[in-house]
């Protein structure tokens, strides 16, 4: 099923499988900068109990690949093209800084009228729309927004970033088409951007319910948390203050063995090294420690509200009668975040300066325990950088599997599993302009634990950062996609199956591997528009 290699006509053949009973709604749900280790059901210690609830209710993959970094993420989950098929092979354009002015067409930094969202594609087949969070597809064009995407209501944030509880300006909340220039809180505390985009959700809901009861739904949920400024109510935060004095080390060996016992990891994978140049916990002095132990916890207080809002939104979903119909899929656009140096930016003790913060992180150091058992981060597409949690729940037709289904899928699974459930067709074209063919295959087979007979590699690229895995056989490396072309010698070789932390470089016991591999990218490389690729977007990291 491999759904680029079949004409277009086969994927109507889906509106055929799928009788009118089993169109569910459907709720998308992506939170941003969430490590692989933060969730109670992926070994973290935050309190996660609806998330765990959810995952364990359906159908859990251990091993599901975003794209690395925040907008092409977003890119390929609303469309089902690889980034660059898109126009937004590298970032988007954000409220302060044009990116992709006479970029090539694969890196103008918005999505291009060769594609089709999700939302366009659901509507046709009779859905309602709706989306409250982090857009950040473009928006300085007024038909790269929501709205004139395929969705009927959106409420949210257009830019990349966004303050939690004062958004303000070019990075403030836009209600459809509008700024929404004094947002009010939706509960009994402060305004809170976690807290709007769930209770907005909702209220889009009851209105669809009021309106259109027997049409289902679409929802795209995109918070961003926990993303910086690093912001949180205080009184989760409380929750956690001093829960994280023993230090990144420790918090490190203890999301480990957790992973081990709950089968996510196996055993024959050691926990990668600790970073390079990350300080030894008890080098610090007590005031730092106390420092750091408040960033963790403003950090899994965060995570801990999405969880409460997520149970929020469940529970709206049984009162309106929708929630055994509602197949809910949920994941993380990138890999625990380092921006901002190791041990982090920003105020973080004075609460109204902290809340004032744009950009105010954690560091380097805490990320590195988010990204457990892995290493890298964000930006990359090792296991550390792309490796996501990934669930599908939906209880009329998922029935509660115990084991991880350990198949490896992508974000360009999505589009296809999502018109398969739907009964929905991919267009031909959008305007009169022909679109890309899909890579994807649907999920549907994982959600009876059946095989997913995947004939193609999984392919990506960000940032000059490469990867390709066929079967357990991973290639990646940094630095690869160079605007000089291909930088072979920095390929690195491992096999999955023995090491999915990647501390065993097999590159030059198996140079036809390599070779065989490579030779895949080149072509993907070439026919997705890797290449050619403008000079100095992005900067590319010498050594």
């Known amino acids: 099923m491999i759904l680029r290699l079949v004409p277009v006509f086969f994927l109507a053949a889906f509106a055929s499988l799928a009788s009118a009973a089993e169109r569910p709604n459907i709720v998308l749900v992506m939170v941003d900068d969430m490590s692989f280790s933060d969730l109670g059901y992926h070994g973290g210690e935050i309190e996660t109990p609806n998330l765990d609830a959810l995952a364990q209710g359906g159908v859990r993959f251990s091993q599901f690949y975003n794209a690395g970094r925040c907008c092409p993420t977003r890119a390929t989950l609303m469309t089902g093209l690889h980034p660059h098929e898109t126009g937004i092979g590298w970032m988007t354009s954000e409220p302060d800084r044009e990116r992709g002015e ?86 009994d505390r402060p305004f809170y951007t976690t807290d709007a985009f769930t209770d907005h959700a909702i209220g889009f809901l009851r209105q669809h319910f009021k309106e259109k009861k027997d049409d289902p739904f679409f929802l795209y949920l995109a918070y961003t948390a926990p993303h910086w400024p690093l912001q949180a109510h205080e009184e989760d935060i409380a929750k956690y203050r001093g829960k994280y004095q023993a230090g990144w080390e420790q918090l490190r060996e203890q999301r480990y063995r957790r992973q081990v016992e709950l089968g996510l990891i196996d055993p024959a994978w050691p926990l990668s090294p600790k970073t390079e140049g990350i300080s030894d916990w008890d080098s610090l002095d007590e005031a730092k420690r106390d420092e750091m132990d408040l960033k963790m916890a403003v950090f899994a207080a965060m995570v801990d509200r999405v969880d409460q809002n997520i149970g929020k939104l469940v529970a709206s979903l049984k009162e309106i009668g929708a929630y055994e119909n509602t197949l809910l899929l949920f994941l993380s656009d990138n890999g625990a975040c380092q921006e901002g140096g190791m041990l982090g930016r920003g105020e973080f003790h004075d609460v109204a300066k902290r809340n004032e913060e744009h ?39 998922i029935a509660p599997r115990e084991a991880w289904y350990g198949e490896a899928a992508q974000l360009i699974d999505v589009m296809p599993t999502l018109l398969d459930v739907a009964g929905a067709t991919y267009p031909a074209e959008r305007s009169g302009v022909k679109t890309v063919p899909l890579d994807g295959i649907s999920l549907r087979p994982a959600f009876t634990g059946d095989p997913l007979n995947r004939g193609e590699p999984l392919f990506a690229e960000h940032e000059t950062n490469a990867s390709v895995r066929a079967g357990n056989w991973k290639l990646v490396g940094e630095s690869v996609a160079t605007p000089d072309g291909t930088q072979v010698k920095q390929w690195e070789l491992y096999d999955l199956a023995k090491d999915r932390t990647e501390l065993n470089n097999l590159a030059a016991a198996y140079p036809e591997k390599v070779k065989e591999l490579s030779a895949k990218w080149e072509a993907w490389a070439a026919r997705v528009g890797v290449y050619p690729r403008a000079e100095g977007q992005p900067p590319v990291k010498k050594g």
């Open 359 to 397: 950009d105010n992180s954690y560091g380097e150091a805490w990320a590195n325990a988010g990204s457990t058992p892995f290493r890298l981060y964000k930006h990359y597409l090792h296991e550390g950088g792309a490796a996501t949690p990934f669930f599908l729940h939906w209880p009329a037709k």
């Open 102 to 187: 006479g970029a090539p067409a694969a890196y103008q930094g918005h999505l291009n009228e060769q594609c089709v969202t999700l939302a366009e594609a659901l509507k046709s087949a009779g859905y309602g729309t709706y989306m409250t969070g982090k857009w950040h597809l473009g928006q300085k064009e007024m038909e790269d927004r929501p709205l004139q995407r395929g969705f009927d209501r959106y409420y949210g944030c257009l830019s990349g970033a966004t303050r939690f509880f004062q958004p303000t300006g070019s990075r403030g909340m836009t209600s459809g088409n509008d700024p929404d220039e004094n947002p009010k809180s939706t509960t």
